[in-house]
């Protein structure tokens, strides 16, 4: 085999890519860049990160063959009905953070209090380790939140140290386990960068550098199942989308899938609205704020989108009053979002 100089080689007619930038590679070169400030501590953990991300795909992979489908036979502290691949998606994560020495704090959606671990960790994980389970049973994608915050000096490691807004978030993102595992990546001020599980290398390609979301898309996806309970805002919106009132205007198509992890990823690649609005069945919300709406509306910020409340509040900028508080989100497009709180503000709904 030849090489081209620059990092690819000719196999007949057929080129091969040998300068492959992987996860671990791509955190690495992170760290260098930022120098002597750099401890290793977060490139630590996040190593211990992909570890849960790789071993929670392959038992997604293997579920139907070795009966881990099916409810497990109790609920989680959100009232959710936990499937087997929940318990064990949270167990991995649980004893991933714990053994990696750098974590102090873990707050689960499978656990009732926050975790506190031995040690002096500097950072705090909050996750749902696997988002959209109850689709599994349907071989439909699900996927993996998370957010790290860090710890201030001299932090005791409490559930009340939880409680910030996402603008504290240093980084998030999510997996999402389809046809491949892909990892989407963010960091505090940074770009967004998405990487695919090579199975046969057992390591997290990047493939999706820099990831833009298109500024405005007719898509849009939400349970409309909802709508009898939806406010008038929000009925309004979505009308006025449906049946555009300006002449030659289209209206906007459907696309949703019921995991929040597939359809963000979705909306981040194609662009367009995900929304899941509070309404009066929960007039707080449905989605869990500190692992749910933080992580993922930092991804769309960074990523040139918008996210925001039901009451139109930047969503990173909401405070939790506990560590499984609710609240509604309408993300996406920087523009779909914009025709979102300009609705909702000719209704007089304004964000304070």
Same mark, same amino acid.
């Given at each position: 085999m030849a090489s081209n100089g620059n990092g690819g080689g000719?196999?007949?007619?057929?080129?091969?890519?040998?300068?492959?930038?992987?996860?671990?590679?791509?955190?690495?070169?992170e760290q260098h860049?930022?120098?002597?400030? *750099?401890?290793?501590?977060?490139?630590?953990?996040?190593? *211990?990160?992909?570890?849960s991300f790789k071993s929670i795909a392959y038992y997604i992979r293997r579920a139907t063959l070795i009966n881990l489908i099916g409810l497990a036979g109790s609920s989680n502290m959100t009232g959710d009905d936990q499937k087997k691949l929940d318990v064990i998606g949270n167990e991995i994560f649980v004893n991933t953070m714990r053994g990696c020495g750098k974590v102090k704090v873990l707050v689960s959606e499978e656990e009732e209090e926050a975790i506190i671990f031995p040690g002096h960790g500097k950072y705090a994980v909050v996750c749902d380790p696997i988002d959209g389970s109850s689709n599994l049973d349907a071989g439909v994608s699900v996927g993996t939140i998370f957010g790290i915050f860090k710890l201030d000096d001299g932090a005791e490691g409490k559930a009340e140290d939880m409680l910030k807004p996402g603008t504290e978030l240093v980084a998030s993102g999510f997996t999402m386990y389809g046809a491949s595992a892909n990892l989407v990546l963010t960091m505090k001020g940074g770009s967004v960068n998405g990487f695919t599980l090579d199975t046969a290398l057992g390591e997290f390609i990047l493939t999706h550098?820099?990831?833009?979301?298109?500024?405005?898309?007719?898509?849009?996806?939400?349970?409309?199942?909802?709508?009898?309970?939806?406010?008038?805002?929000?009925? *309004?919106?979505?009308?006025?989308?449906?049946?555009?009132?300006?002449?030659?205007?289209?209206?906007?198509? *459907?696309?949703?899938?019921?995991?929040?992890v597939a359809d963000a990823y979705r909306t981040l690649c194609y662009g367009g609205l995900f929304a899941y609005p509070a309404d009066k069945k929960s007039p707080k919300g449905k989605l869990r704020i500190l692992y749910e709406c933080a992580p993922m509306a930092m991804v769309m910020e960074n990523a040139g989108g918008l996210a925001v409340t039901s009451d139109q509040r930047r969503m990173?900028?909401?405070?939790?009053?506990?560590?499984?508080?609710?609240?509604?989100?309408?993300?996406g497009s920087y523009d779909e979002v914009t025709k979102v709180t300009d609705v909702f503000k000719k209704h007089g709904v304004v964000a304070k």
């Open positions: 000719h196999h007949g007619d057929s080129e091969v890519k040998t300068d492959i930038i992987t996860l671990t590679r791509f955190l690495t070169e860049r930022l120098g002597p400030h *750099a401890t290793g501590d977060f490139t630590l953990l996040c190593h *211990a990160l992909q570890f550098p820099d990831m833009r979301i298109p500024k405005s898309k007719g898509i849009y996806s939400v349970n409309e199942g909802n709508s009898l309970y939806w406010t008038e805002p929000c009925k *309004a919106y979505f009308e006025s989308i449906k049946y555009p009132q300006e002449p030659g205007s289209k209206p906007y198509s *459907a696309r949703y899938i019921g995991s929040m990173l900028e909401v405070v939790p009053e506990h560590i499984h508080d609710r609240s509604g989100i309408f993300m």
